[in-house]
């Protein structure tokens, strides 16, 4: 492990190095924000890169983790399963009905998932100090932080969320139009931008309580939880919560509903079901906000 | 007498190391209340569809759903607590450390894990179960008998869960790496245990094959007695002969495994 680590820790200082030369050679102009957001990526990638060379360097227990993920993740739908060989509908919805919203939200939080899945790491590297050693890299700490210990594993709960959606998309009866095939592949990259912005809110969250990375997973695997089944199933009020405040909803729901020809249970025009990309666009750029609120307001322990 | 008032020590301080993190009970108590309330939901709907759906009326359900989310933690189903420490003891070779401490291993970490347990039911299971019963018709019975037999059938629980831990810790003698164990042990507890559906629920002979393994002690057993949909005395008895079953397995692992250690001088 020590090994690899040194490995990477060489593969990164060449782009880095150059980074830093590049903001000394102007040290009073600002960065425009395309240049920021074009360096936060480079060294995401470059960063990511690095942890999966470290994984593939052990590959029976890369390929042993991750069908541990998708056998973890493959359960929620055994239970599914189970489920419905005691009922036919839940909350009025089929098997395949279900299936679909279960592969959207999955493979949205997938996505996410393994982008960003790291975050929750945030609150131990405040506690004992390291995040330090993020602020002093000529680096984004976002793309850092959200690079570190990339789990290249986490696919296998994608490709569950694939094949179930892939199951469902081949089973349900749908009249397809051109604008239907369309929201598939939207809600999986707004679903994925949704469940991102959640995971860097939660981060953003953890500079002020450190401990306290589990009410980030109430969001994340509690909302990929509670997306997997009918909204028919809820309460209202919990319907309204997860729409106008935690805009959820616009995960997998509004679009799904769309395309199976379903009413929301709570009263919204038909346009919602395409709101999905402006309304990840809207939470990317608040928790980008409280991500940057956060960062300001961290002191380090100075030990 | 002197060893029962070490192993007490050893479990008070289980109990205080929990306690210690008191942001993080409190985030994990809300983590279980919101997958709570989502599962409550999920099993109205299910149980209106079909009433009496594996013996349990509806409301009964609802009670199944909020003791399990306070007995997760206590009962250790997604794994957690001492076997990552103790995995780790084993791999760096501090394990030798432990081997000639005038306590014996198994006992030690039980009795640790015993301290864990008692602070994730105190900490982690009342607030989630108020919640519950504010917010839902549960069928949690007034009499004070039926709780004494749920918490016998708790403390077995515990013992379960430690037993099938504790041989999951020892398989990193062989392995060293104890990660693909653990994580599988996890995944057979989520879904053995009855944590994400009652295990009388599941069909045929998958249902009866869940019911006959260890982790039905976990969840299931303790709920039942709880809600009077099982005889106790008879729970008892299955969940001890797993507890006792397990731990001499531990046992004759624990004593196979140590003489594997070779302590290297220096």
């Known amino acids: 492990m020590a090994d690899s680590v040194e490995h990477g820790t060489r593969v990164v200082a060449g782009p880095l190095g150059e980074t830093g030369r590049a903001a000394d050679s102007h040290p009073f102009e600002r960065q425009g924000a395309y240049e920021r957001l074009r360096d936060g990526l480079r060294a995401y990638r470059l960063i990511t890169a690095m942890w999966i060379r470290s994984t593939m360097a052990y590959r029976a227990s890369f390929a042993m983790t991750a069908f541990g993920n998708f056998a973890a993740t493959a359960l929620d739908f055994v239970a599914i399963l189970l489920m419905f060989s005691q009922v036919d509908r839940i909350g009025g919805y089929s098997l395949p009905e279900v299936a679909l919203l279960y592969g959207l939200s999955g493979t949205a939080f997938g996505l996410a998932d393994l982008g960003l899945g790291s975050m929750d790491r945030l609150g131990r590297r405040v506690r004992d100090g390291t995040l330090d050693t993020l602020l002093v890299r000529p680096v984004p700490v976002l793309a850092q932080v959200a690079a570190d210990r990339f789990a290249l594993r986490r696919l296998g709960r994608i490709t569950q969320g694939l094949l179930v959606l892939g199951y469902a998309l081949a089973v349900l009866d749908i009249h397809w139009t051109p604008l239907k095939v369309l929201m598939i592949p939207m809600t999986l990259l707004s679903g994925g931008a949704i469940f991102a912005a959640v995971f860097v809110a939660g981060g953003a969250f953890q500079f002020v309580a450190q401990d306290a990375s589990e009410v980030q997973n109430s969001f994340t695997y509690g909302g990929n939880t509670l997306l997997q089944y009918p909204p028919s199933v809820f309460s209202k009020d919990l319907l309204r919560g997860v729409t106008f405040v935690l805009p959820l909803a616009f995960v997998n729901w509004l679009p799904a509903l769309y395309v199976l020809g379903r009413p929301y249970p709570l009263d919204l025009p038909t346009w919602v079901a395409f709101a999905p990309p402006l309304v990840a666009a809207g939470c990317c750029a608040l928790a980008g906000v409280a991500w940057r609120a956060g960062l300001r307001a961290y002191r380090s322990t100075g030990s | ?266």
């Open chain 2, 1 to 266: 007498m002197g060893t029962a008032r070490l192993y007490a020590a050893v479990v008070g301080s289980g109990f205080r190391r929990y306690a210690t993190y008191r942001t993080a009970t409190a985030a994990g108590v809300f983590t279980n209340t919101v997958f709570g309330l989502i599962l409550a939901y999920l099993f109205i709907a299910l149980w209106d569809t079909k009433p009496h759906l594996g013996g349990y009326d509806q409301a009964q359900a609802l009670s199944y759903v909020w003791v399990s989310q306070a007995l997760l933690m206590v009962v250790a189903v997604l794994g957690g607590g001492f076997e990552d420490e103790l995995i780790e003891r084993i791999r760096t070779g501090d394990i030798a450390i432990d081997l000639y401490r005038p306590a014996d291993l198994q006992m030690w970490w039980l009795a640790q894990d015993v301290g864990r347990a008692l602070f994730h039911l105190l900490g982690r299971g009342v607030v989630p179960l108020v919640f519950g019963a504010l917010v839902f018709d549960l069928a949690l019975p007034s009499n004070p008998l039926a709780w004494l037999a749920f918490l016998v059938a708790v403390v077995l629980g515990v013992v379960v869960g430690f037993a099938i831990r504790f041989l999951v810790a020892l398989s990193a003698f062989w392995l060293l790496d104890g990660a693909g164990v653990a994580q599988l042990t996890s995944i057979a507890g989520i879904f053995c245990s009855g944590m994400l559906l009652p295990l009388n629920v599941f069909p045929g002979a998958l249902g009866e094959v869940v019911r006959a393994l260890p982790w039905s002690s976990l969840i299931q057993a303790p709920v039942d007695v709880l809600l009077g949909t099982a005889d106790p005395l008879g729970t008892y008895a299955v969940q001890a002969s797993w507890a006792v079953g397990l731990l001499a397995a531990g046992r004759l692992v624990q004593s196979v495994a140590t003489r594997r250690v070779v302590v290297q001088g220096g």
